[in-house]
C-alpha cells in the first residue's frame, strides 16, 4: 500500500512529499528546514531511499542536500542544472524504482527551462504525478521568474508540459503541485483545491481549456510583482544549502536593542498587530506571525541587513527563525521576548499606534482632510480602490516613504496586515498615521 503524504509549508504556499510503501519512501521538493520530514519518517518508521527536485526553487532553499546528507538517500537534479554539489543526475524518460515505488521522470519546462515532474506507477494505485510549479490546481507556475526576456518562451513552454501530462497520464492520476497554496510561484491561486487529477484539471484548468495564445494572454496579464528575495534563492539552490542553525539566538538587552535601532538596523516586533498598536518599542516594525510573515520581511527588508527578532515568548522567537531560515534568513543577530516594558530603557514609555476601521475612515474624511495610503499591490489597486487614495505597495514602501503626502496617514490593505506594517514603518520614519484593521470589498468608503 503506498501512502503520499503532504508536508505543508502554508506561510510560503507550498508542499512537500513524502511518498513510502510502509518501508522505504522518498521525498519530492523538502523545505529547508528537514527535521519535519525526518520527525515524519521516523514516526512511520521508513527509510527514506531518495530526495527529488523537480527544479531549481525561486521562492525557498530547498532542504535537499541536508535532507540526503541526513538519511544516506540518493538527491535526484535534472542533470542540466549546474549545481555545485553531489547529486545523481536524471533527466526525461529515467525510471527510478525502490522497492514498490516506482517513479517515471517527465521534463515539463515552463516554471523554469529545466522543470521536471515525477510519474508515480505502482500496481494496483491509482497513478500520481509531483507537479512542482507546472501543472498547479486550477493554474500553473509563473514564467516570469527568469527574468522578462525568458518569459514568453517558458509560457508557452508551460502551455506544451501541461498538455504533455494530460496526454500522456491517465485522468484518474492524482496530481501533487508543490505550489499552488498562496505562493507567488503560481500564476494564480486556486480556490480552496486541496485534492485534484489530471481529469479535472483538464476541465477546469485554463491552461487545459484554453487555446495556447488565449491561455498565455491572460497569464501574463494577470501576473504581478513577486517578493524581491527570490533574486537570491536560485544562487543559494544552486550551491547546495546546509541544513539550518535553529539553535536560541543571542539574547539582547534594552540597551542592545537601542544600539541597534540607531544603527540602522532592523528590529522586528512579532506581536500582533493589535498588540503592537497598543505598546510597542520605538522605531521597531511590526510584522506579525499570525499573517505573512516572512514573505513579507524578505520582500522589505534590504538584503543582509542584520534583524533582531522581538517576541512575546522564546517559542515565537523560534517560530519566527525557522519560517526566516527557509528564505535564507539563517541567523538572527539578536532576540528578545517578553513585551515593552522588558525592552524598554528605565523610565522609557512604549510607542502606541491607532487602529481604526473602514468606517471610522469614512467619518473622519468627512470632517478633515487626511492622506489614505492603499499599500496594496498593482493588481488589486487597479480592479477597485477607495476614491482619492493614494497607492503605493507595501513592498515599495521603503524606498518611497518621501513620496507619502504630508498630513496625517491612514493606512489600509485588504485586511489590515499589510496595513500595520506599513503603519509601523510610517510611524518609525516619525509620521502621523492610524492603521486601519479592517477587510476591504469593492465599494467600501
Known sequence: MIEIIAVGTPSLGDRSYLVTDGEIAFVVDPQRDVDRMLRLAERRGVDIRGVFETHVHNDYVT????????TGADYHVNAADPVAFHHCPIQDGDVIEAGDVRLRVLATPGHT????SYALEVPGRTPAVFTGGSLLYGSTGRPDLLGPEHTDTLVRAQYASAHRLARELPPETEVYPTHGFGSFCSSAQSEEVTESTIGRESKTNPVLTRGEEEYA???LAGLDAYPAYY???APLNLAGPDAPDLSPPHRAGAAELRRRLRDGEWVVDLRS???FAAGHLPGTFNFGLDGGFAVHLGWLIPWGTPVTLLGATPEDVAEAQRELTRIGVDRPAAAATGGPADWAVDGEKPASLPLA???DLSAVRRERPVVVLDVRRGAEWRESHLPGAVNIPL???P???DEVPPGEVWTHCATGYRAAVAASLLAAAGRDVVAVDDTYTPGTG
Open 357 to 359: 476601521t473602514f468606517a
Open 395 to 397: 513592498h515599495e514602501l
Open 63 to 70: 532542504g535537499g542536500p541536508a535532507l540526503a546528507a541526513a
Open 231 to 233: 533574486a537570491h534563492m
Open 217 to 219: 494572454e491572460a497569464l
Open 273 to 275: 498587530r493589535t498588540a
Open 399 to 401: 524606498e518611497r516613504l
Open 113 to 116: 527551462f529545466t522543470h521536471l
